[in-house]
């Protein structure tokens, strides 16, 4: 019995803290450039200094592909385009903001991401993106990964999609998890609006982008 109410206790403690994704694809909208929103914001720079990877099969694609996706993320997020794009974002409402942005603006947005202030240790490694990846299976799970913000920078990733995705996917999915290490979070995988996911979705798309042509403006 006891033991019982001890696993019951941590699953709950997961509930609180994890946070759990099923990324699907939503159409963006942007407000036009010429509008020059962007225009008075510094362009930022951020160096990906991946951390641990554990719990990857030897050898295994998975594991390279993660590596692999950390000079996409970073041509992705120090290029003009994304800064653009993340500046100019519209909502499904058609304002240009998100939801879930912690009272920011668009422009506030970039700018604090580009700090690479994640919530644990950020404040002493700014201008990088720091992260462990801790790999899990779980066949049955729709969760692709899930963080713990404000406890550690661990992004934990379901091999069930890693072993299938694209590169670029786990590019968005990366980005997406590290938002949540800034302290942006979403309400449920439906909040296509929020930081996380509409983010996300832009770094995916630049992504693609970015591998089929080889630059990023
Ligand atoms: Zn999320």
Known sequence: MKMLIGMVCTLVTLNVYAH?????KTKLNFFPTELGFADQVPTGFLKVVGGTLSGFPKNSSEKQKV???????????????????????KSSDGKRSYSSNRGM?????????????????????????????????????KVIGYTNPGK???????????????ITQITSNLVHEWIHLNGFLHDSAKD????????GYIAEELAEKFVSQGYLD
């Open 20 to 24: 759990t994704e099923t990324l699907e």
């Open 67 to 89: 590596l692999d996706s950390y000079s996409i993320i970073e041509a992705v997020m120090n290029s003009n385009e994304f800064k653009e794009r993340v500046i100019n974002f």
């Open 105 to 141: 603006s668009n422009e506030q947005v970039y700018e604090y991401l580009m700090q690479g202030k994640e919530l644990v240790g950020g404040e002493s490694n700014q201008g990088e993106m720091n992260f462990d990846v801790r790999r899990y299976y779980r066949g049955w799970s």
């Open 152 to 166: 550690s920078n661990t992004i934990s990733v379901n091999g069930r999609f890693y072993s299938r995705y694209k």
């Open 192 to 199: 296509h609006d929020s930081v996380p996911y509409a983010v």
